[in-house]
C-alpha cells in the first residue's frame, strides 16, 4: 500500500519542475505507476509519486501561482461575477450525482455517470500556465487526463468536425443563472483537432487535490493555449458536431470573443491590448498581483512549438 506522503513534504521545486507527475490513488494498492484509477472523492487522499519520466513538452517550470491565489481569485459567472464570489458561493454547485450526456457525431453516445467517465483513466498532473480574458496569467499544476482519450472512448465519426461542451444548468441554485449575463447554460467548442490535442487537458483537480467548486468541480477543460474563457467548467454535455458551434461568449459580444480566441498578442481585444499580462504568482502575494509589473504576453500563451501547426495558413486576425 502506498504510504501517504504529503505533496509539501516531497515537493521540492527542483523535483517537481520539468516532470510529468503521475498521481496514484492512495490505499487501492495498484500496480505499477500510470495505472492509477481514482475517483474525484480520492483525489484529496491521493499520495502522488513523482517519477522521473521523459520531460513532457507542455510542462513549465515558472514560478507557480499559489493554491490560494488559485482558488479565490476566479470566473465563474455562474456563482457570481465578482472574483471572490466562485469561492463565498461553492456550496451552491451541488456535484454528486454527476452525469455527462455524450451525443452527436458518435458511435457511443449516452449518458455516463462521473464514476463512468473517470474509470479507466490515468491521472497526470501537468503545470499549465492559463490565461484569462482580462490580462492575467496564472500557472497550475492541474490533475487530469488527455481529453483525446476520452473523446476516443464514445468514436466519433467523420462529420464530427467540432466538440461542443455545455456547464450544468441549474438557476434556482446556481446565483448567477438568475441573471442574464451571458446566455445559459455556457457553452464552449472546439474544432476537433484542437480538442484532440495532447496539451488538452480533461481537469478534475489541481494541486494534486479534487477540485474544488469554484476552478469547476467535478470536470473542467483546460485548453492551454488559449484565453480562460474557453476551459469551460462544470460539463455535464459533450458534443460532437459538423458545424462550428455556438459559444457563450461569442455569442454575447461576438466583435470582442471569437469562436479561437487563442492568445495572442498581436491580436487586441477591443476594449485592451492583449500584448501583456500580469501574473499572479507566489512572487506576488494576493491581490497585489494585480498591481504588479506588466510582462510580455506570449504567442498561444507560450506553447506555439505544440500548437501553431494547428493554425497553418489562417488568418489568426479574422478567425481570432
Ligand atoms: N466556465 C463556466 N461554466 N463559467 C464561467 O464563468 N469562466 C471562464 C472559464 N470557465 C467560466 C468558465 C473564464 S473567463 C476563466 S478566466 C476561467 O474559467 C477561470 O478559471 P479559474 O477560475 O479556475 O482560474
Known sequence: M?????????????????RRVILQAAGLGLGAAGTGIMMPEQLHAAAPEFKDLAQWPGSTDETRTTFEQATTYNNFYELGTDKGDPKKNADKLATTPWTVEVGGECEKGGNYALEDILKPHTFEERI???????????VIPWVGFPLADLLKRFEPNSKAKYVQFETIYDPDKLPGQKYPILQWPYAEGLRIDEAMHP??????????????????APLRLVVPWKYGFKSIKSIVAINFVEEEPATSWNKSAPREYGFYSNVNP???????????????????????????????TEMFNGYADEVASLYEGMDLKKSF
Open 2 to 18: 502506498a504510504k501517504k506522503i504529503r505533496s509539501s513534504e516531497i515537493t521540492p521545486e527542483s523535483v517537481f519542475r520539468q
Open 199 to 216: 496539451l488538452t487537458l480533461m481537469a478534475v483537480g489541481l494541486y494534486g487535490k479534487e477540485l474544488p467548486a469554484q476552478n469547476g
Open 128 to 138: 499549465y500556465r492559463l490565461r484569462c480574458v482580462e490580462a492575467w496569467s496564472m
Open 266 to 296: 498581436q491580436v487586441s481585444h477591443p476594449r485592451w491590448s492583449q500584448a501583456k499580462e500580469r501574473r499572479l504568482d507566489s512572487d506576488s502575494s494576493g491581490f497585489s498581483a494585480l498591481f504588479s509589473e506588466k510582462r510580455e
